[in-house]
């Protein structure tokens, strides 16, 4: 069985082999190029890693240091709605573990995991700096807080 290349998908390597040139081998140019390539694919794949290696004369495994030392970016696919639930302090305090059960029962995903039709990946994070809206989740860049199960299950079934 062949794997389609990230590459190929339509205008993708358009995109990212102009972030390349945008950059060269420009010193500390490194990170801005992870980010905009990570923009265009939703994560690094490897083959964009090698890529980049390649474009910077950076070794590989310096790139993939460079990259993994930084929680910002992904090495798997992601779902089209990435569900951040806090699980700082006051979250935690204000029952962070019932939402994230209840919503990892809603979309039939671990903490972690992304549903197999791509539509969502659901992440524990330490902290969303929303303390006062204890408990609280993200949903790409809208914040819904002061969640009860049946409040975030509803935000699931009513918004996507």
């Known amino acids: 069985m062949v794997t389609a290349s990230v590459l190929d998908m339509p205008g993708k390597r358009e995109e990212f082999e102009a972030i390349l040139a945008e950059y060269g081998t420009q010193d500390g140019a490194?990170?801005?190029?992870?980010?905009?390539?990570?923009?265009?694919?939703?994560?690094?794949?490897?083959?964009?890693?090698?890529?980049?290696?390649?474009?910077?004369?950076m070794k590989e495994a310096n790139v993939f240091g460079v990259a993994s030392f930084y929680a910002q970016f992904r090495f798997e696919p992601v779902g089209e709605h990435i569900i951040k639930v806090c699980h700082g302090t006051a979250c935690h305090v204000a029952g962070a573990g019932r939402i994230t059960d209840a919503l990892?029962?809603?979309?039939?995903?671990?903490?972690?995991?992304?549903?197999?039709?791509?539509?969502?990946?659901?992440?524990?994070?330490?902290?969303?700096?929303?303390?006062?809206?204890?408990?609280?989740?993200?949903?790409?860049?809208?914040?819904?807080?002061?969640?009860?199960?049946?409040?975030?299950?509803?935000?699931?079934?009513?918004?996507?």
Do not use: W
């Not at 990170?31 to 890693?49: A, N």
């Not at 929303?130 to 918004?159: F, H, N, Q, W």
């Open 30 to 57: 490194l990170i801005p190029i992870l980010q905009k390539s990570q923009e265009v694919f939703g994560y690094l794949p490897e083959e964009v890693m090698s890529r980049i290696a390649k474009a910077t004369r």
């Open 104 to 160: 990892s029962n809603e979309i039939n995903i671990a903490p972690g995991e992304t549903s197999k039709d791509m539509k969502f990946t659901l992440l524990n994070v330490a902290c969303l700096g929303c303390c006062s809206l204890a408990p609280v989740i993200m949903i790409g860049d809208k914040t819904y807080g002061r969640l009860t199960t049946d409040s975030v299950v509803k935000v699931i079934r009513d918004e996507f």
